[in-house]
């Protein structure tokens, strides 16, 4: 190996030397620096999809908490309509639509997360005394969420 170095000419020599460091920084690039910086990107996209979870996580356990201490079936205070949007609230939903029908109440409810719209319907039947006779649910904007195109809400 020596002896080919020593042949070849000055010219040849650098060129030589040039590729080989070009050769060890590609080689240092590809095996060691590109997966470190792969693994980075994906602890930090992993800590941040954690983040979300432990928020909707922290939410979701008050409004569990809050369903909880209130307990058994209480008697509905109020007509349906009020119960219906005071409840909504509690639970982040937002109504577009609502329409009596004698002692019924058809509600109408745009994109909202399906977990929230769930929760809202078991605090309306074991907390509010309301009944769910018949729900027309859609795809919402993005995943996890629905649209309410009809809920009929009755007296139990």
């Given at each position: 190996?020596?002896?080919?170095?020593?042949?070849?000419?000055?010219?040849?020599?650098?060129?030589?030397?040039?590729?080989?460091?070009?050769?060890?920084?590609?080689?240092?690039?590809?095996?060691?620096?590109?997966?470190?910086?792969?693994?980075?990107?994906?602890?930090?996209?992993?800590?941040?999809r954690?983040?979300?979870?432990?928020?909707?996580?922290?939410?979701?356990?008050?409004?569990?908490?809050?369903?909880?201490?209130?307990?058994?079936?209480?008697?509905?205070?109020?007509?349906?309509?009020?119960?219906?949007?005071?409840?909504?609230?509690?639970?982040?939903?937002?109504?577009?639509?609502?329409?009596?029908?004698?002692?019924?109440?058809?509600?109408?409810?745009?994109?909202?997360?399906?977990?929230?719209?769930?929760?809202w319907?078991?605090?309306?039947?074991?907390n509010?005394?309301?009944?769910?006779?018949?729900?027309?649910?859609?795809?919402?904007?993005?995943?996890?969420?629905?649209?309410?195109?009809?809920?009929?809400?009755?007296?139990?």
């Amino acid at each position: 190996m020596k002896a080919w170095w020593q042949q070849l000419n000055s010219r040849e020599q650098s060129l030589v030397a040039a590729m080989a460091l070009v050769f060890i920084v590609f080689i240092f690039y590809s095996a060691i620096w590109q997966p470190l910086n792969n693994s980075l990107t994906e602890a930090r996209s992993k800590l941040v999809r954690q983040q979300q979870l432990l928020s909707w996580v922290e939410e979701n356990t008050a409004l569990y908490q809050q369903a909880k201490r209130s307990g058994g079936t209480a008697k509905l205070s109020g007509s349906i309509a009020s119960v219906a949007n005071r409840s909504a609230k509690t639970y982040k939903l937002t109504i577009t639509r609502m329409q009596p029908q004698g002692d019924d109440l058809q509600v109408w409810i745009d994109s909202t997360p399906f977990t929230q719209l769930l929760f809202w319907l078991e605090h309306l039947v074991n907390n509010e005394g309301l009944q769910v006779k018949a729900i027309d649910l859609t795809h919402g904007d993005s995943d996890g969420e629905v649209k309410v195109r009809r809920l009929h809400l009755t007296r139990i």
